[in-house]
């Protein structure tokens, strides 16, 4: 896995949610609970990435395989209290790209 840490000044959370990593581009909201306009998660299964957005902190994570990608989402899911589930937006082909990496199950 590769981690990349970069601070974006003067933009929130609906910068990427209409942009930088809306459906379109292949990526899905990771829903939590502290969901906020300063904060936000996504991912892409194809690209095997995920972002995520703090208080115009924005932190990129790429994983090398299908298995390490997968095994992050599940640690998500498990360890990650404010976790509430992985929205595709009703695509089909990410919902096909997160059932083809076994997780489907995290999607709601």
């Not at 942009?19 to 892409?44: E, L, V």
């Not at 209290?81 to 076994?102: N, T, V, Y």
Request: proline residues 3%.
């Amino acid at each position: 896995m590769t981690r990349t840490t970069t601070h974006v000044p003067n933009i929130d959370r609906y910068y990427f949610d209409f942009k930088a990593c809306h459906f379109s581009r292949g990526y899905a909201q990771i829903d939590t609970d502290q969901d906020a306009c300063y904060y936000g998660m996504w991912t892409n299964p194809t690209k095997r990435v995920t972002i995520e957005y703090c208080e115009g902190d924005v932190s990129t994570q790429t994983y090398e395989t299908d298995a390490e990608y997968t095994a992050s989402l599940k640690w998500l899911a498990e360890e990650f209290g404010a976790f509430k589930g992985i929205d595709p937006a009703c695509r089909a082909d990410l919902i096909d790209a997160f059932e083809a990496l076994g997780v489907s199950d995290l999607l709601h």
